[in-house]
């Protein structure tokens, strides 16, 4: 893959369509990776993302104890390992090593790139001040990678109940939006 | 349109894929819409959704006047709409018939269902304590409407400056999540 740097003011374009994620954490030897969908921009630049990890779970203890992780985007490629991430606790299983997805060193931050993965945002726990009443962690991104090969990823968009939206068609409409 | 009520439970279903969405507000003779992409599922019941609303805006100041309002779901049938609506300010146009939305009275909130789009979730508004610094609303939803016709509603999923991403193809994989 020609994963490339990605510029932070443009890692919305990323998040704002709401794919399903896999978050990495790692703290000394332990590491672990989840699925997660319930996450949204809070800020353009420098990018803020907050990541909604209620209750308690192996990856929100790595989180709260290294302050970083990694946001990894899959595609539907590989989305039998995203939906067996997530009916799986890593507290006593190597989830990279048993679902056979490939971690890579990052730059900032401890947690792992993902290999089969199209994109990663490093980030850096930003704010934890609303974890106890609604799980909300504000991550801010440190430095993003991006497949400068995938134009239109083919997404995963979680329906529930193992009912995945696949990214469709792309259609471009004269817009002042950012 | 069959306009059917929706279980609370399921809604995150409607949320968690990352659709745009149009949120009116209404308070006494005001009423608006505007677009929005930034939002997440908080908790699935009752449930609570975070929109991202940051800076000033008309459709801020009548949500936080009234304290409610109506999140709408529209598909790919009428995105010319759902730009324009973006591309617009309230304060002095009312959009509905600038861009020809339907309003449609809610069950128990002043701001309109728009009869265009195939879901609508009537929302109160919950807490505000991350709007100084975020800019997140915390909404939970009263009641969900949905149009029982529509099995895999095409959304749209904003991935920046116009361009979106409409929803494709649904798989199915075998899941322990909800």
Same sequence: chains 1, 2.
Avoid at 87 to 112: E, I, M, Q, S, Y
Wanted: charged residues 25%.
């Amino acid at each position: 893959m020609s994963r490339k740097p990605f510029p932070l003011a443009k890692v919305y374009t990323l998040i704002e369509p709401g794919p399903v994620v896999l978050l990495t954490t790692a703290q000394g030897e332990r590491r672990n990776v989840m699925t997660l969908s319930w996450k949204t921009m809070l800020e353009f630049e420098p990018p803020l993302i907050g990541c909604v990890i209620g209750g308690q779970s192996y990856s929100r203890d790595l989180l709260m104890a290294s302050k970083e992780c990694v946001i990894n985007i899959p595609t539907v490629d590989i989305a039998k390992k995203v939906v067996s991430v997530g009916n799986t606790t890593g507290a006593r299983t190597d989830k990279f090593k048993r679902f056979g997805l490939t971690p890579l060193p990052a730059r900032f931050v401890h947690a792992p790139l993902i290999d089969e993965c199209y994109a990663s945002l490093e980030c850096r726990l930003a704010d934890t001040r609303m974890v106890a009443k609604y799980g909300i962690f504000v991550l801010e991104v440190l430095q993003a990678w991006v497949d400068s090969a995938v134009k239109d990823p083919r997404t995963l968009h979680h329906r529930g109940y193992g009912r995945f939206m696949v990214a469709g068609e792309t259609i471009k409409l004269r817009s002042r939006m950012k």
